[in-house]
């Protein structure tokens, strides 16, 4: 089953990293009216707001890509009734 799932969760990783920038573009916006820092610039001006901007993308990213792969997860084991990856985490 886990065959089955691995191209609905590429797909779903593909739109929760857009939706995550997007998210990441209008929060930016309301905190600077500056484009964010990026690595690809020589000039970077302030490096806090450099890694401030890098920090909030992570998060922003982290928590989108986290709940969708989990609700994608939720979806996919109502159709196929079988859970794709491990019911628990490992007890160590």
């Known amino acids: 089953m886990n065959l089955l799932f691995r191209p609905v969760g590429i797909v779903s990783g ?10 990441f ?7 600077d009216d500056e484009e964010a820092p990026n690595p690809e610039h020589r000039e970077l001006g302030s490096r806090s707001k450099f890694v ?3 920090l909030l993308e992570g998060a922003i990213f982290t928590l989108v890509r986290g709940v969708v792969d989990h609700n994608t997860r939720l979806g996919f084991a ?6 794709p990856g491990e019911e628990y985490p490992d007890k160590q």
């Open 14 to 23: 593909l739109i929760a990293g857009l939706v995550a920038k997007k998210i």
């Open 25 to 31: 573009e209008k929060v930016w916006m309301a905190i």
């Open 52 to 54: 401030i901007s890098l």
């Open 78 to 83: 109502k159709w196929s009734g079988t859970w």
